[in-house]
Each structure stands twice: as C-alpha cells, then as structure tokens.
C-alpha cells in the first residue's frame, strides 16, 4: 500500500492510500466519493497527475498534482 500526498489546491481532499491499484481511504473528506477509485499510474512520482476510472466508471485526469508518496508495509 502507498499514500498519495496531493498539492493542497484548497480542495477538501489531501491524501489517497492506493492498494493494488484502488483507493481504499481518501482523507480528510471525501471518501464516499474517491474510495474504489481505480488509479492507472503504476509508477506514481511527485508531480505527476494520476489517471484514474471513478467508481461510477468516468475514465478522467485528476486535477490536484501529487506533492509525494510514502510506500506502506
């Protein structure tokens, strides 16, 4: 698992853990709403815009960069 730490654009969600590929929590708010997102990026770096299928199945870009990523047990 990896936490994804967004760029604080003033959007009300800052933090994604990603397992295999999905969200699994999305902090501080709006987790009905990210978690089951499905992200493509395999290689997830700083700065990078993820590519992701929400879980109503919109393929889109997300629009908050990635500020960086902490690896989980």
Do not use: S, Y
């Not at 299928?53 to 908050?64: E, I, S, V, W």
């Amino acid at each position: 698992m990896k936490t994804v730490h967004l760029v604080d654009e003033g959007q009300d969600f800052l933090e994604w853990d990603i397992e295999d590929g999905k969200v699994v929590a999305c902090r501080p708010l709006q987790g009905w709403l990210w978690e089951g997102t499905q992200v493509h990026n395999t290689d997830i770096q700083p700065g990078d815009i993820l590519d992701i299928t929400t879980p109503r199945g919109r393929r889109t870009t997300l629009n908050h960069p990635v500020e960086r990523v902490e690896e989980k047990g």
